[in-house]
């Protein structure tokens, strides 16, 4: 099993590109499902999580064109024999569940495992069942599967209770091959979902309101191929952003709009950093210790939750006491014991986490536990002083691309152990 060795204190500076986003391209693949042509991707990033995907549209008969080294992909579902998402699949990754709202608007049949718990909190999949529900869909859970069959999808009106980011993107899929009309009310507005909605519209989909409340799709009996590049990730430019606060550096990230972080980017201000917003870049530059500051885990246009692990290291080392409220996952502090292994001072109360800043960390051998609770642990090595060993980095493998050779790059010593 890989680990990452820091040998932390190293100024982060520079200019680093973002890769694709992992959050968009998820779904954005799986939309191939949809289409009776050629979808050629690009920006795929090239992860692990990634890789699944492809497998499970390979086993599924999607023709998969890999040249993930060159970050391109191309799918072609003209034929699929399989309809059916397993257990040992869905358990790796759990966004494979959105390939029921395709398969079940074109085949009209899909099996796909219920994802179970995962280690940030239970993460039912109620309101994508209810949703697909309205849309006609029927659906039966047995064996620890939903068997879900519908003859042909019927639009309709369906109002999410909560803005569900995976619901809002597997609804809005089945309903681009729906009859009529559907509209979606309490959708996510996450910048993702911009982007998914985006693929399909280049597939032929007709789609108004994504990144609003309500989301409009006027189905249609069939999609075609599309040339769609996927957006910048926010999440891993947050990361790099966070490094460059953490380490009194500067850093530039390119290749992504700097509104899809914008609650992020304040929350640097908060912290006394300095930001210049672009249409496609973001800088940071650190203006020394960062200040204590508060945040609380919203769907966008809020804090997101992706970001909250990378936070606490901030805090971690802050000049004061900061305050962390999840309010999206019920288990996502799992970091704490950890970067606690750094020196950190942290008390979480149910969701809530109190961070007491120290002037100095001291590397230490650390153990990842989920993708963006290994991000912050590498911020933490990046910070100590001495050397930190993060075990179990196949999570951030999941998530970030090159993580160490991006951070090299900007002066970091950090090196991956196979
Ligand atoms: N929820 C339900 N029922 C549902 C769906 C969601 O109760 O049917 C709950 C979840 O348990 C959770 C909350 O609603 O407590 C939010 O879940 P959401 O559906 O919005 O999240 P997701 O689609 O499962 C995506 C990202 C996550 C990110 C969240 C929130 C992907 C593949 N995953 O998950 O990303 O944290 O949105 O923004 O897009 C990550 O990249 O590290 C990651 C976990």
């Known amino acids: 099993m890989d680990k990452m060795r820091i040998r932390g204190g190293k100024t982060l500076s520079g200019t680093v590109q973002a890769s694709g986003s992992k959050n968009a391209a998820l779904p954005i693949l799986i939309s191939s499902l949809l289409s009776e042509g050629a979808c050629n991707f690009s920006r795929v990033p090239n992860l692990q999580d990634i890789r699944t995907t492809l497998k499970l549209l390979e086993q599924m008969g999607v023709k998969v064109q890999n040249d993930l080294q060159k970050n391109r992909v191309c799918l072609e579902a003209k034929t699929v024999s399989q309809f059916e998402a397993p257990y040992d699949l869905v358990r790796t990754m759990r966004a494979s569940v959105v390939v029921l709202g395709p398969l ?50 019927q639009g309709a009106r369906v109002a999410f209770e909560f803005p569900s980011v995976g619901a809002t993107e597997n609804v809005m899929m089945a309903a681009a091959l729906a009859k009529g009309e559907s509209i979606l009310e309490n959708c996510a507005r996450e910048p993702e979902i911009i982007d998914l909605a985006g693929a399909l519209r280049a597939m032929g989909a007709e789609i108004e309101g994504e990144g609003t409340e309500e989301i409009r ?50 929350k640097f201000e908060e912290a006394g950093a300095k930001i210049v917003r672009g249409d496609q870049f973001i800088e940071l530059q650190s203006q020394g210790r960062a200040k204590a500051l508060d945040i609380t885990t919203q769907p966008f246009p809020g804090f997101p939750t992706d970001m909250q692990a990378q936070f606490m290291a901030i805090m971690a080392v802050a000049d004061g006491a900061s305050v962390v409220t999840e309010t999206i996952f019920e288990n996502r502090f799992m970091h704490v014991p950890e970067l606690a292994r750094l020196g950190a001072d942290i008390t979480v109360r149910g969701n809530t986490a109190m961070i007491r800043g120290q002037a100095k960390l001291i590397g230490a051998p650390l153990m990842a536990t989920d993708l963006r609770a290994s991000a912050s642990l590498i911020l933490g090595g990046l910070a100590a002083q001495g050397e930190t060993v993060v075990n179990r980095i196949y999570h951030l493998d999941r998530g970030y691309e090159r993580m160490e050779e991006k951070l090299s790059t900007l002066g970091a010593d950090i090196e991956r152990i196979s």
Not at 129 to 146: C, P, W
Not at 236 to 259: D, P, Q
């Open 104 to 153: 079940l608007a074109r085949f009209g049949k899909a099996k796909v495992s219920l994802p179970g718990g995962c280690a940030i909190g239970a993460r039912p999949i109620n309101y994508h069942l209810t949703g697909l529900e309205k849309l006609g869909a029927q659906i039966e859970l047995e064996g620890g599967y939903v068997i879900a069959s519908a003859k042909r999808l």
């Open 217 to 266: 799709i006027q189905g249609k009996d069939k999609l075609g191929g599309c040339d769609y590049p996927i957006m910048g990730d926010r999440i891993e430019a947050g990361t790099f952003l966070a490094g460059a606060l953490m380490t009194g550096g500067a850093v530039r990230v390119e290749g992504l709009a700097s509104t899809h972080l914008e609650a992020v980017l304040v």
